[in-house]
């Protein structure tokens, strides 16, 4: 089992706001970044060094820590944002890198 | 713009190697780590390896160690990644990511390369 544990599926209605949350110790020292991956593409960096959006990613979508949780929110959520999202932090014990297991995002 | 641009397809045969690569561009390719991450089909991402693209220095998850190797080459700014004795459960999708970071407390993959497909079969 990975050391980031996220919800396997949330859903949300269109323009609602949803939180997706990714748990682990290694998330009390280092933060998360965040990945949208549409079916049949490569992910795609939303969030990173805890509440920054790369160029091109809408502020719709932010992100936030706090002790062993870092969480995405999408406020306004459209329906392009339907997807499968993870987590990624350095690994607790070295330097290894772990995925959280995913999260699909439902938009209704 | 800065591009990952990966090799193409493989079928293989349980048993044998396959050397995959990962051609950048548009930025100083010694600058950056890149890390390799795999996707089984309808699973989730799976960290493998990075590589210090400057002096070669390579760390692998201890699932692949012993069994990938993460090399690259500078004068094509080329990473690869060849992994032998290939089973089944090696059939995936294959990401090179480039690294970053910030004061030992953030890391972050940005861009991706568009995967290369490894289907291993007899």
């Known amino acids: 089992s990975s050391e980031l544990t996220q919800d396997p599926a949330v859903s949300v209605a269109l323009g609602q706001t949803v939180r997706i949350t990714c748990q682990g110790d290694?998330?009390?020292?280092?933060?998360a970044s965040w990945y949208q991956q549409k079916p049949g593409q490569a992910p795609v960096l939303v969030i990173y060094d805890k509440n920054n959006r790369p160029s091109g990613i809408p502020d719709r979508f932010s992100g936030s820590s706090s002790g062993n949780t870092a969480s995405l929110t999408v406020t306004g959520a459209q329906a392009e944002d339907e997807a499968d999202y993870y987590c990624?932090?350095?690994?607790?014990?070295?330097?290894?890198?772990?995925f959280g297991g995913g999260t699909k995002l439902t938009v209704v | 713009q800065v591009q990952l641009v990966q090799s193409g397809a493989e079928v293989k045969k349980p048993g044998a190697s396959v050397k995959l690569s990962c051609k950048a561009s548009?930025?100083?390719?010694?600058?950056?780590?890149m890390h390799w991450v795999r996707q089984a089909p309808g699973q989730g991402l799976e960290w493998m390896a990075v590589?210090?693209?400057?002096?070669?220095?390579?760390i692998y998850a201890q699932k692949f160690q012993g069994r990938v190797t993460v090399t690259r080459d500078t004068s094509t700014s080329t990473v690869y990644i060849e992994v032998n004795s290939l089973r089944s459960e090696d059939t995936a999708e294959y990401f090179c990511?480039?690294?970053?970071?910030?004061?030992?407390?953030?890391?972050?993959?940005?861009?991706w390369g568009q995967g290369t497909l490894v289907t291993v079969s007899s």
């Open positions: 548009g930025y100083t390719f010694t600058s950056h780590y």
């Open positions: 990511a480039r690294d970053h970071s910030r004061e030992e407390t953030t890391w972050w993959f940005d861009p």
């Open positions: 290694n998330l009390r020292t280092f933060y």
């Open positions: 990624s932090s350095r690994g607790i014990s070295g330097y290894y890198w772990v």
């Open positions: 590589i210090n693209c400057n002096d070669g220095g390579t």
